[in-house]
């Protein structure tokens, strides 16, 4: 199966500061990399994704970049606001056809400090 | 995009009862739902895949006779978790793939269960 590693478990970040979380996977054959934002309580929201196929990702403040040969992607948020504080996951597709599964890293809690 | 109803959001029940949980897919066909469960400050595990017309694919470790999952139409997967007890107290929540045939996934607005 796929492993996910992800760091850090937590990250303070001063508002307008930028925040970068990297994740590393373990099965070469993945090809399908979101990241889900997740507040107290509520649902995962996919905020970026990104296919082996590319290295980098963009979408306003948000990017993920992509290494397939070192096997990680991160996410990076640049001018953090308070309303960026969550929880948020990396996660990897592997599998095929059918059978095909999506294993999520540990999370890591963002704190933006206005 | 797609969105998935997940009820009840919340329910405290007694030890040794049973909780049905259920996951629908609103204006799109969902013939694979999957069921994950998260703890306090944890990551989200996959506890089974839920194929609508045949049995569900348990996950190592996740007891299928506990945790009954049924699919019995394209727009709706239940988990009942049987005889619950205070270790079974956790967040549970489903997810769909897109109906435009991608990777992605939506998830189901979760419920907390607290088994006394």
């Known amino acids: 199966g796929e492993n996910v590693e992800q760091h850090p478990s937590t990250l303070s970040v001063q508002e307008g500061d930028s925040a970068v979380i990297k994740c590393t996977y373990s099965?070469?054959?993945?090809?399908?990399f979101p990241w889900y934002k997740q507040e107290l309580g509520k649902r995962p929201q996919l905020i970026i994704d990104?296919?082996?196929n590319v290295g980098e990702k963009k979408d306003q403040r948000i990017a993920v970049t992509l290494n397939k040969t070192a096997k990680h992607f991160s996410l990076h948020i640049t001018e953090t606001q308070p309303e960026d504080s969550a929880v948020y996951f990396c996660?990897?597709?592997w599998g095929s056809g059918g059978y095909q599964k999506v294993t999520f890293g540990i999370g890591t809690k963002l704190q933006v400090i206005p | 995009g797609a969105v998935v109803s997940q009820h009840p959001s919340r329910v405290i029940c007694k030890s040794g009862t049973s909780v049905k949980i259920e996951c629908r897919s609103l204006?799109?066909?969902?013939?694979?739902m999957f069921w994950y469960r998260q703890f306090p400050k944890q990551s989200l595990m996959l506890m089974a895949t839920?194929?609508?017309?045949?049995?569900?694919?348990?996950e190592q470790g996740v007891e299928k006779d506990k945790f009954l999952i049924n699919h019995a139409s394209l727009t709706l997967s239940t988990l009942t978790v049987t005889s619950a007890h205070p270790e079974d107290s956790s967040f549970y929540i489903c997810?769909?793939?897109?109906?435009?045939?991608?990777?992605?996934?939506?998830f189901g607005s979760g419920t907390q269960l607290s088994v006394l």
């Open positions: 997810s769909a793939r897109d109906p435009q045939g991608n990777e992605k996934l939506f």
């Open positions: 990104i296919r082996s």
């Open positions: 099965d070469s054959a993945s090809n399908y």
């Open positions: 839920s194929n609508e017309g045949s049995k569900a694919t348990y």
């Open positions: 996660a990897a597709l």
């Open positions: 204006d799109f066909q969902a013939t694979t």
